[in-house]
């Protein structure tokens, strides 16, 4: 069974940046396409990026978000830039798609 610590959230303006990590236990991230994921409050949780052989991002994020991995660190890494209120959400990793038990997640808040 996988497991999925995220971490690296926080308050922060908007136009600011944050670098989220997830760290995997249990298996290897490298045999899986991961993804990040979010869920703002009221709505339901979206998929904002993936990484596997390419990456693919959520049309909201592109251009503003980074998804990249270590695989010797068996670690997923969301960087996000220009962020904005909208992003506002608990951001969690998993599988793509999703095989394993959320996480806690990280929760982001931008400030307007």
């Known amino acids: 069974q996988v497991q999925l610590v995220e971490s690296g959230g926080g308050l922060v303006q908007s136009g600011g940046s944050l670098r989220l990590s997830c760290a995997a236990s249990?298996?290897?991230?490298?045999?899986?396409?991961m993804g990040w994921y979010r869920q703002a409050p009221g709505k339901q949780r979206e998929l904002v990026a993936t990484i596997g052989g390419t990456t693919n991002y959520a049309d909201s994020v592109k251009g503003r978000f980074t998804i990249s991995r270590d695989e010797a660190k068996n670690t997923v890494y969301l960087q996000m830039n220009s962020l904005k209120p909208e992003d506002t959400a608990v951001f969690y990793c998993n599988t793509y798609p999703q095989l394993y038990s959320w996480g806690q997640g990280t929760q982001v808040t931008v400030s307007s």
């Open positions: 249990g298996g290897f991230i490298s045999i899986y396409v």
